[in-house]
C-alpha cells in the first residue's frame, strides 16, 4: 500500500489560508491521491481527490507536484468549523488506506 | 438525496455475543465498504462489497463477515464480540464504474462491547 506522510499537528488563524502537506513519494502511476477530513466522532468527508493536475472545488484546492511525491491541500479562508483531522490516502485498490492525519486547530 | 445512513447509532454489548450493523449506500451508488476506527486511530478497512458479492477484505478474521442485498444495503457481522472490538464502525458508499471510486462515508455506528 503506498504510505503517506503527513504532519501530526498544525494550527491556523482563522480567516487565512491553510497549506496542509503530504508526502507519497512510493505512488504510482495511476494511483490518486484524496483528502477526507473527520471531525470528532463523525464520519470522514470527502473532500477532493487528483491524479496529476491542480484540482480546485468549493471546499478546497489540491497541488499535486510534478513527480507526484507530494502534494498540499490548500483550505483558502480557514473558519473555526474547518478544525478537524485532515487524512490524506492514497487510493490502493478498492481501498482507503487512512494514516494518522493532520490535526488541524483553526484558531481566532 | 441521502447521503449514506448507519443504524443504529449506538450499540452496547458484551462478550461473546454477536452484533449486526446496517448501512443503507447513497442513492445510485453500488458499492459499500465497512471501516473500523478505534479510538485515537485511523479508520482501518475491513471488506468491500459489489453485486453481493465481498471483492476485497482487510486483515480481519472471519468473526467478521457481511451481506450485500440486491437494493445495494449492507450489513456487518460481528461473532464472538471481543473487548478490542470496541469502537466506531463506518460504512462508504461508492459507485463502481466510476474508475475514480470516490467513497463517501456514514456517520458511524458506535459499539461498546463491555
Known amino acids: 500500500d503506498a504510505k503517506t506522510t503527513q504532519p501530526t499537528s498544525m494550527d491556523c488563524a482563522e480567516g487565512r489560508a491553510a497549506n496542509l502537506p503530504c508526502n507519497h513519494s512510493?505512488?504510482?502511476?495511476?494511483?490518486?491521491v484524496y483528502w477526507y477530513r473527520q471531525i470528532h466522532s463523525q464520519g470522514p468527508q470527502y473532500i477532493i481527490h487528483?491524479?496529476?493536475n491542480n484540482e480546485t472545488n468549493e471546499m478546497a484546492s489540491l497541488i499535486i507536484t510534478e513527480d507526484r511525491k507530494s502534494s498540499t491541500l490548500i483550505l483558502p479562508h480557514a473558519t473555526l468549523r474547518d478544525t478537524a483531522v485532515y487524512y490524506c490516502?492514497?487510493?490502493?485498490?478498492?481501498?482507503?488506506?487512512f494514516g494518522a492525519g493532520t490535526i488541524l486547530r483553526v484558531k481566532s | 438525496d441521502a447521503g449514506v445512513t448507519q443504524s443504529p447509532t449506538h450499540l452496547i454489548k458484551t462478550r461473546g455475543q454477536q452484533v449486526t450493523l446496517r448501512c443503507s449506500p447513497k442513492?445510485?451508488?453500488?458499492?459499500v465498504s465497512w471501516y473500523q476506527q478505534a479510538l485515537g486511530q485511523g479508520p482501518q478497512f475491513i471488506f468491500q462489497?459489489?453485486?453481493?458479492?465481498?471483492?476485497q477484505r482487510g486483515n480481519f478474521p472471519d468473526r467478521f463477515s457481511g451481506h450485500q442485498f440486491p437494493n445495494y444495503s449492507s450489513e456487518l457481522n460481528v461473532n464472538a464480540l471481543l473487548l478490542g472490538d470496541s469502537a466506531l464502525y463506518l460504512c462508504?458508499?461508492?459507485?463502481?464504474?466510476?474508475?475514480?471510486?470516490?467513497?463517501?462515508f456514514g456517520p458511524g455506528t458506535r459499539l461498546t462491547v463491555l
Open positions: 462489497y459489489y453485486e453481493e458479492e465481498e471483492r
Open positions: 487528483g491524479l496529476k
Open positions: 442513492s445510485g451508488h453500488d458499492t
Open positions: 462508504a458508499s461508492s459507485l463502481a464504474r466510476l474508475s475514480t471510486d470516490t467513497q463517501y
Open positions: 490516502i492514497v487510493l490502493y485498490g478498492n481501498k482507503l488506506v
Open positions: 512510493t505512488i504510482s502511476g495511476n494511483e490518486y
